[in-house]
């Protein structure tokens, strides 16, 4: 692979540009200190100094944008003043949390058609996953999307499409749809207007079952994008527009990308990919329905939390009462369609759970083995469907064996790579300890700076420990928290 093929598209809070060059600047923050009488001087380290980017970007007309950047131009601009820091996906040195603090533009008549700007970012320095870190995103992503081809293949194969009283089938799709449906409901930490959005795009695939009932890749693919929803409510939309057009999913005019199966809910589908609302630390208390940028690769404790445990729910308290009778020849699709969606809500929630922004290991080992548990569940009930039919799980008479292997395999290959690498990730994380409030430490602000030296952990301290601080400004002498160990 040359060094051309491993460079991405360059954008800002999610708005795209080029990059015609770049510089990089960073080190360490030092002291110099020489005292009287001694030959030696002694240089203190004060940590690292934040790194600083320079970029040399422009945006031009091209057939993509009509052959008019304006539009481009001004959004770039926006955001550029916009307050607080941001994601730059920068093309040669990848994800970085950034605020821009100064840039310049230039457009001339001699070149017309193009915008050039000299922008200035530097490191926002935020709690955050060591840089090095952060390429078990990537290999999750790479396992499920591995994963999802394959259990794709085998839907296409096993699914029948000329088995009779098809409502069978149907009925269970409302069923499955509606679950998620339910759980984003639920989910703490995000806007109405996300709820919305959400609750549309699955309306809109629900609508669409009867329609496409006889087709396996389409039924394959709502089970996918349904699942899908719960991972764009945690700002992954951009993530899941680039995988739709770079497998062939999405289509132009109706003609596919590549040779990949056409997703025909990949152009309908509506994903927010770069500001939302959800929940804020006011230390006047929640705050729902702010305007946040979300960051798909440090996804907020309290929505993604919410949302695992909603979808670990959703499995473990299925319903499948008031279904009726299923006919025999149904029998195989209902299994198929309930395994295959127990597949794709596996594969979401991995790829939600390796991305939150955990407090502490103790928290992230914690969901990691919840995880891990429902996946177990899953498996022990392929294996029961293997070998006892469809009844193992409340499907009709179980008169035969159900051949999930494809399935069963494609889970187990996502559980070791997930597994593996949030390990990683939870190896980077901070213990967190029981910590007793001092006697006359008055406010969160004071402990923060007694144990951290640093006021922005203020908030930090009142957000975990609500149940026992009402109100920051007055900590309860004496009382223990669960603080940070850093």
């Not at 319903?319 to 195989?332: F, H, R, V, W, Y």
């Not at 593996?420 to 004071?446: G, H």
Request: hydrophobic share 40%; glycine share 6%.
């Amino acid at each position: 692979m040359s060094w051309k093929d491993r460079l991405i598209e360059a954008s800002y809070k999610n708005i795209p540009f080029k990059i015609l060059s770049h510089d990089y600047s960073g080190g360490r923050r030092t002291e110099l200190h020489q005292f009287a009488n001694r030959e030696e001087p002694y240089l203190q380290d004060l940590g690292s100094e934040a790194g600083k980017y320079s970029i040399e970007a422009f945006i031009i007309q091209t057939k993509d944008n009509e052959f008019d950047y304006f539009t481009e131009r001004d959004n770039l601009i926006r955001v550029l003043k916009q307050k607080g820091p941001g994601t730059l996906i920068h093309r040669y040195l990848g994800v970085k949390k950034v605020g821009a603090t100064d840039f310049s533009l230039k457009e001339t008549n001699d070149e017309g058609g193009i915008a050039r700007f000299t922008i200035t970012f530097v490191e926002s320095g935020k709690r955050a996953l060591p840089k090095t870190l952060t390429d078990f995103f990537s290999k999750v992503d790479n396992a499920v999307n591995a994963a999802m081809d394959l259990v794709g293949d085998a839907f296409n194969t096993a699914y029948s499409t000329t088995a009779l009283f098809q409502d069978s089938v149907s009925n269970i799709m409302g069923r499955t749809i509606g679950t998620i449906q339910a759980a984003i409901a639920l989910t703490n930490g995000i806007a109405t207007k996300i709820i919305s959005e959400s609750m549309g795009n699955i309306a809109l695939i629900r609508n669409s079952i009867v329609d496409v009932i006889n087709s396996p890749n389409d039924m394959y693919n709502a089970l996918k994008n349904v699942c899908y929803s719960m991972a764009s409510i945690c700002g992954m939309g951009s993530i899941l527009l680039m995988e739709q057009s770079i497998k062939g999913y999405a289509t132009s005019n109706g003609v596919a990308l590549n040779d990949k199966p056409v997703d025909i809910f990949a152009n309908k589908i509506n994903i927010s990919t770069n500001i939302t609302g959800g929940e804020t630390g006011n230390y006047s208390g929640v705050v729902r329905g702010n305007v946040v940028e979300l960051d798909p690769n440090n996804i907020n404790e309290v929505l993604g939390k919410s949302v695992i445990k909603n979808m670990i729910n959703l499995i473990e308290n299925f319903d499948m009462s008031g279904l009726g009778a299923i006919p025999t020849n149904q029998e195989k699709n209902i299994c198929l369609i309930l395994d295959t969606f127990k597949f794709q809500v596996i594969a979401t929630v991995c790829r939600i759970a390796i991305r939150i922004n955990f407090f502490s290991q103790e928290d992230a080992v914690l969901y990691m083995e919840e995880i891990n548990n429902m996946i177990e569940n899953v498996l022990f009930d392929l294996g029961n469907e293997a070998a006892l039919g469809s009844s193992a799980i409340g499907v009709g008479n179980g008169t035969e064996q159900i051949n999930n292997k494809d399935v069963f395999l494609a889970i187990q290959d996502i559980r070791k790579v997930f597994t593996d690498n949030m390990i990683t990730k939870i190896s980077a994380l901070t213990k967190s300890i029981d910590y007793r409030i001092p006697v006359n430490t008055e406010t969160s602000l004071v402990l923060a700076y007694k144990k951290y030296q640093d006021l922005d952990r203020a908030n930090e301290i009142y957000q975990k420990n609500k149940e026992i601080i009402k109100h920051p400004g007055f900590l309860p002498n004496d009382d223990v928290l669960r603080i940070l160990n850093d």
